[in-house]
């Protein structure tokens, strides 16, 4: 053999023996037949069979199973960031001429899209109150193909009530797809509780530690998964096994970590609920929360993503107060190892149910850190909030 092809070829080395508890990431674009009758042949092997590494390697594969039998769903696909899961799982199903309902209160950019592409693409989009599943009820015809929840819903809190919404859908034949990001199938599980498709962000939780993007998407039976796996395939998405290796090794400790983050949450809220210049706190634990019961019914339990409301006279100044902050970062998405805070805006985003108070909620992701650390943050946070209000005289006029 001439150096050459020497190079080309790998001769393994022996496995024997070997054995490790992580999972490998095996790279393929192509995958290799042992002979031409197999290639030939090699649609016949069903869903899976490898025959290239668009459609998934072993590294992927693992990923995907743990994730569907979290899920106690039927199949797994993972697209590129939770976006896209959204994205394709609605494209999957959705066509011109249908329509399709999506709850106010769902991640933004997933409205932006509705608005944006879906009308284009002859798609008629509605938005309805996730607190208000007569409304909803109503608003179903014989061109509904699904409806869209999230739950609880971004920024504001709202838990959905999933039998309810599941039970309307499938009387009018619709289907129902959730996005579960903010409980993670260990806090809900949504195909339980009679939804057809349920999306992950994996790059929050799941992969918890804010250093890779990636979505799943899982369905409950084997028709939807082939036209998942058709819309894909024929779109051109897939992930890196480099990533699914990442989340797969953050998935090992997600139990802990959200078990933490809720019980360090739990501790530091009733400070918070103390303070002169905070009105409200949104998390569904809270009594009183929107969908508070749905909650208490379906969930094992919260993670550590809450909202805090402030009075009108501190809310101009929160922008300038979390300048004080030293742990928490500022930024977008949550559900990693650090504890985050992020200025939202919310009146733009709800059509349904116009928001009637402040239009900034601070979301607040509690991440590992010490609980202590946490909490003497937020002291400086709060105090620096406090000296803004005071110094403000008279408060700004409408505020
Ligand atoms: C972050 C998020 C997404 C999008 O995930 P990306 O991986 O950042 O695209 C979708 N849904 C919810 C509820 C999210 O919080």
Redesign the pocket.
Known sequence: MDDWTRCVISSEASRDGFASLGVPVYRASTIPFPNAQSYQKRHERGDEGYSYGLSGTPTSRTLAHKITALQQGHRTFLVP??????TVAILSFVQAGDRILIADTV?P?LRDFAEKDLRTLGIDVAFYDPTAPDELERMMDRRTRMIWA?SPG?TTMEVQDMRRLAEIAHRHGALLGC?N??ATPLLFKPLQHGADIVVE????YFSGHSDV???SITVRDQAMASTVKGKLSRLGIGVSPDDCSLVLRGMETMAVRLHYCAETTRRLLPAIADQPSVDRILYPPLPGNPGHEFWKRDFNGASGVFGIIFTPAATPHVFAALDALKIFAIGA??GGTRSLVAPMPVKANRTAQPWPGEDLVLRVSIGVEALSDLQEDLDRFFAALDTFCETASPAPAGA
């Open positions: 960031s939770g976006q896209a899961a959204i991640y950019p999230e971004s996005d990001t903010w962000a994996l790059t929050k993007l990636m979505g998405s949550w």
